[in-house]
């Protein structure tokens, strides 16, 4: 079964997935089975720099999680990865982040052979300026302005995209409210990925409660990794990185 195909089995079920990012400039080599093995999937990938290939690497000797990457450059492409996350940033107006960024990486993402997941990227105002919103150079739409965050998910289903992702930005004060969750779970049938400022199991109970189907935390476990068992969702929710997937 296909990365993409497991996601979405387990939205059409009404699953819920936990998600761990990893940035490859913070993220230790070693102690990574303890990191992830609360986790259903593992994301990989940061807003600069590189070292995606070594923590891909290191991850696939110590865990058996699915290892998705979700690149913030060209850089961060390696095939050791199970699948990645192709996205378009589509809350952006700079046509770097919706097209630009993508053509460069096209030919290295094919010659790869990995599995590439169409998503739309949404950010979203976290209440604080967040590195995604410096590396795209894009404005975040306002929390308030739910209407157009529900119009550009509803622009991703019909673009094609296979996911989409709310995103309040690393670091965010304030999470993607609920009201919004729920507003582009109504209108899109695509699964829908929830991250940025998640920082209690009670957080992220909310979010999935709201209608996300795979909830993200980075930073937060970064500053506190002995924090990660308590967000235990599900003991039978993930699948493991075999021969199964592909």
Same mark, same amino acid.
């Given at each position: ?28 080599? +070693? ?31 110590? +865990? ?79 929390? +308030? ?54 920082? +209690? ?46």
């Amino acid at each position: 079964m296909s990365i993409l195909s497991h996601i979405q089995t387990h939205s059409k079920a009404n699953g819920k997935m936990l998600a761990i990012l990893l940035d490859p400039e913070k993220t230790a080599l +070693t102690d990574l089975n303890r990191r992830t093995e609360s986790a259903d999937l593992v994301f990989v990938g940061g807003s600069t720099g590189e070292g995606a290939d070594r923590l891909t690497e290191a991850l696939k000797k110590q +865990t058996d999680k699915p290892v998705i990457l979700f690149p913030g450059n060209i850089q961060q492409i390696t095939d050791q990865a199970d699948a990645l996350l192709f996205l378009s940033v589509l809350s952006s107006r700079n046509a770097e982040m919706l097209i630009g960024r993508q053509i460069e990486a096209a030919r290295a993402v094919r010659q790869s052979g990995i599995e590439t997941i169409p998503m739309g990227y949404i950010l979203i105002d976290g209440g604080t300026h967040s590195s995604v919103e410096h590396t795209t150079r894009s404005q975040p739409i306002p929390q +308030t302005d739910i209407e157009q965050i529900v119009s550009t998910a509803i622009a991703a289903e019909l673009l094609g995209m296979r996911l989409v992702y709310l995103e309040a930005g690393s670091g965010a004060k304030t999470p993607v409210s609920t009201d919004i969750i729920r507003a582009v779970r109504q209108a899109v049938s695509l699964p829908l990925i929830v991250g940025g400022g998640i920082c +209690t199991p009670e957080q992220m109970q909310q979010a999935f409660n709201a209608g996300a189907d795979v909830v993200v935390i980075g930073n937060h476990f970064e500053r506190h990794p002995e924090q990660i068992p308590l967000f235990r969702i599900n003991e039978s929710a993930g699948i493991k990185a075999s021969a199964n997937i592909g």
